[in-house]
């Protein structure tokens, strides 16, 4: 069965500062991988995505990741922080059918933007 | 285009009663996934549901059960309600039709099971 591990339950970063989220995932065939992150009292959203490919993803709110299949890894990055990025991040494998019908989820990494 | 919409947002039960819970997919979108999301086990698929026919199912209890109906919209149900199951509830949307895509998101329904 696959699983993901998200090693960080919390992360502090001061504003301005780089950030990386890692994850490692456990699944036999090529992953379909993806990062959400979601605010206080809110759904998820989809930061990006990588099925195939290129093995640098780029995404939304200025978030990019990079699939290492020799180390099962897909971790999460981001040159400059905003307060606004603040929120809980979730990396997750996708199976079944176009490869998102079923995700598993990690426990997520909770990130703290000090000023 | 409408997001995903769940009802209710918020619900308060007792232990031992059933709960239904409500999911409008996006417009055009097929394929309704739920997900319970709780401090302890994290996000965990409860199943899936595409064109009226469960498609997947996760690893939980009979008492979870769920379906959809011909205008996509999906209801899950939970009867005899335990502590446990004090939990977000999470439904996601997607066009279901075989491409590789993302799940969208409702904003959940939290259940407090007293």
């Known amino acids: 069965a696959q699983s993901v591990t998200q090693p960080d339950i919390h992360i502090t970063v001061s504003e301005g500062a780089s950030l990386e989220l890692r994850c490692n995932y456990s699944?036999?065939?090529?992953?379909?991988l993806f990062w959400y992150v979601q605010s206080p009292g809110q759904g998820l959203q989809l930061l990006l995505k990588y099925f195939s490919g290129d093995t640098l993803v780029q995404g939304i709110k200025g978030f990019e990741a990079e699939f290492k299949r020799s180390q099962s890894s897909f971790n999460l990055r981001k040159p400059s922080v905003h307060w606004s990025d603040a929120a809980e991040y979730f990396c997750?494998?996708?199976?079944?059918?176009?490869?998102?019908?079923?995700?598993?989820f990690g426990k997520g990494t909770m990130l703290l933007v000090s000023p | 285009k409408a997001g995903v919409t769940q009802t209710p947002r918020y619900l308060i039960k007792t232990r031992g009663q059933q709960v239904t819970l409500s999911c409008s997919p996006i417009?055009?979108?097929?394929?309704v996934s739920w997900y319970q999301q709780t401090p302890g086990q994290g996000l965990q698929f409860l199943f899936e549901?595409?064109?009226?026919?469960?498609?997947n199912k996760g690893n939980f209890p009979g008492r979870f059960s769920g379906r959809q109906f011909s205008n996509s919209r999906s209801e899950m149900n939970v009867s005899t309600l335990e502590l446990g199951d004090s939990a977000l509830y999470l439904c996601?949307?997607?066009?279901?039709?075989?491409?590789?895509?993302?799940?969208?998101f409702g904003e959940g329904s939290r259940l407090t099971v007293l």
């Open positions: 996601a949307s997607s066009p279901g039709g075989g491409e590789t895509g993302e799940l969208f």
């Open positions: 699944y036999g065939a090529t992953p379909y």
């Open positions: 549901y595409f064109s009226e026919t469960q498609r």
């Open positions: 417009s055009g979108h097929r394929s």
């Open positions: 997750a494998v996708g199976e079944g059918s176009g490869g998102y019908s079923t995700l598993t």
